[in-house]
């Protein structure tokens, strides 16, 4: 669908659900790069209403042919609306869910644009100086207040299920094993050796049952440029479990330019940990660390064989699952053999 | 010009640094960006990839034999990259089974295996790495 398209459609869909919306246009929409699990459009909507003209930023997130992550966009949505609001989270507002494809050609849901920020590159984290502690504190803060959000009664705990303290890990494990099993175009001797090992090993139970981001790490947050972070995106991963799985991601060495003094490359990691642990109510435990920091590795390349399957099979054509699919897949698996490897006598 | 390692990181540097930069604001510049990056990297993993298979493969063999196992997958006919692609995925099939089976023994023999086991499977994450590459002028 050509954009002009998308904005005529999307224009009339607004005005048929924004109560009291008429004359509703587009006046400009644009995709923003990076978003290759959902194809993401900052659109400005202008409508008229009873209190007159107005002009409102949208960002639309609609399905694409495949994605780096298969997942449903009601759970991400009911993420969104989980966390708006509490705990001086900086989240967007959830406005539209729509699954018909009829709409726009797909499923998509809308929030409202924030509208300072912008993401940090992982891979050039130092571009974040002179903001580096200030930013490394809300990291960690955010993170450990959507560890302590309310599950029950949530939007997100009516979409998804909720499993007991000491299967969190349990369930993470066999979703991502299978994903990889079920995705990959060559053998993952590395990858297998990994699975078995976090399954003869499980980690203790959650501590608490926790509201899980999923992908929480630097680039999926906005920052003003000058020591805020402005908002937390890209929910898509969502789900009710062990907190320590958000911990483990986001400070994994892919997301942090191999800073192994600060965590997520923001702060020294005893600051950091002092702050979630503030936040999140959680005591932190290096035994369950440890597990979830392995399993991180695991998951990211369940995530990366997927999108080296889409982009092979030509379901999409964005370089990024390429990249994910060689660059990034390579670099955990080098992390996992590395950490694994001594554990059983190599390189001892 | 037969020097496709060179070709493809000329290419891609061009994208990085010429094409990119006049496309940003516009979503296709970030696939120019990305796009110029790996063909820099294709270029370096070009040049080595016969190199990485041959070793992998030998060194998948070489175990496979210490674990006394009967290989039954046949050489590659040729030292195309496809070729010895399809022998390293067998050899690496065989290699999961055998450390799976090395796992549920506990004799000083299995484990030492284990870690050779391991001490390739580190080495071949070593050689897979590509090096990100350096584009000082992309940001000027």
Redesign the interface.
């Given at each position: 669908m050509l954009e002009t398209d998308l904005a005529e459609k999307f224009a009339a869909y607004a005005e048929a659900h924004l109560p009291g919306a008429r004359n509703a246009r587009v006046d400009s929409i644009?995709?923003?790069?990076?978003g290759a699990s959902r194809q993401t459009y900052s659109i400005d909507l202008a409508f008229e209403d009873a209190t007159g003209p107005k002009v409102k930023g949208l960002i639309l997130r609609r399905d694409p042919p495949d994605s780096l992550i298969d997942t449903e966009r009601r759970v991400e949505f009911a993420a969104i609306q989980s966390a708006y609001g509490q705990r001086d989270l900086p989240v967007p507002e959830a406005l539209f869910l729509e699954t018909d494809p009829s709409a726009l050609g797909a499923p998509f849901f809308v929030m409202g644009r924030i509208e300072s920020g912008e993401p940090l590159n992982p891979?050039r984290i130092d571009t974040v100086e002179p903001h580096r502690a200030a930013i490394g504190e809300q990291f960690f803060r955010h993170l450990g207040s959507i560890a302590a959000l309310p599950v029950e009664g949530s939007a997100l705990a009516a979409e998804t299920e909720t499993p007991a303290a000491d299967q969190c890990w349990r369930r993470e494990l066999a979703y991502w094993a299978n994903e990889i099993r079920e995705n990959a175009l060559?053998?993952q001797?590395?990858a297998?050796?990994a699975i078995?090992h976090l399954e003869?090993n499980p980690p203790p139970p959650a501590q608490r049952l926790s509201i899980v981001h999923g992908d929480y790490r630097t680039g999926n947050y906005l920052q003003d440029g000058e020591g805020t972070m402005t908002a937390i995106l890209d929910w898509e991963m969502a789900h009710i479990g062990d907190p320590y799985e958000d911990l483990a991601w986001a400070t994994d060495l892919l997301w942090c330019g191999n800073d192994e003094e600060r965590a997520a490359g923001l702060l020294p990691w005893p600051e950091a940990i002092a702050v979630w642990q503030k936040a999140s109510g959680c005591t932190f435990d290096p035994v369950a660390f440890e597990w979830w920091s392995l399993f991180a590795h695991v998951k990211a390349l369940g995530i990366w064989v997927t999108s080296e399957k889409a982009f092979a099979k030509g379901d999409n054509d964005?370089?990024?699952l390429?990249?994910s699919g060689?660059?990034t897949h390579?670099?955990h698996?080098?992390m996992?053999?590395?950490r694994?490897?001594p554990k059983?006598?190599?390189?001892? | 010009m037969s020097n496709i390692g060179m070709i493809l990181d000329r290419i891609g540097r061009k994208l990085v640094t010429e094409v990119a930069p006049k496309l940003e604001?516009d979503?296709s510049?970030?696939?120019a960006a990305?796009?110029g990056?790996?063909s820099v990297?294709a270029g370096e993993a070009w040049d080595n990839a016969a190199d990485r298979l041959v070793n992998e493969i030998a060194g998948l063999r070489g175990l496979l034999a210490l674990g006394g196992k009967t290989v039954t997958i046949e050489e590659s006919p040729s030292l195309k990259i496809s070729d010895l692609?399809v022998e390293r995925?067998a050899l690496?099939?065989d290699?999961?089974a055998l450390?799976?089976s090395l796992?549920a023994r506990e004799d000083d023999e299995a484990?030492?295996l284990?870690?050779?086991v391991?001490?390739h499977?580190?080495a071949?994450?070593?050689a897979?790495?590509?090096s990100?590459p350096d584009f000082p002028d992309a940001d000027e």
């Open positions: 644009h995709r923003i790069h990076g891979f060559a053998p001797p590395v297998e050796a078995r003869r964005d370089p990024i390429a990249w060689w660059f390579s670099a698996e080098l996992l053999a590395m694994l490897g059983y006598g190599a390189g001892a | 604001g979503y510049g970030g696939h990305m796009s990056l790996m990297m692609t995925d690496a099939r290699l999961i450390q799976k796992e484990k030492d284990n870690a050779k391991w001490m499977l580190m071949t994450a070593i897979r790495m590509p990100p």
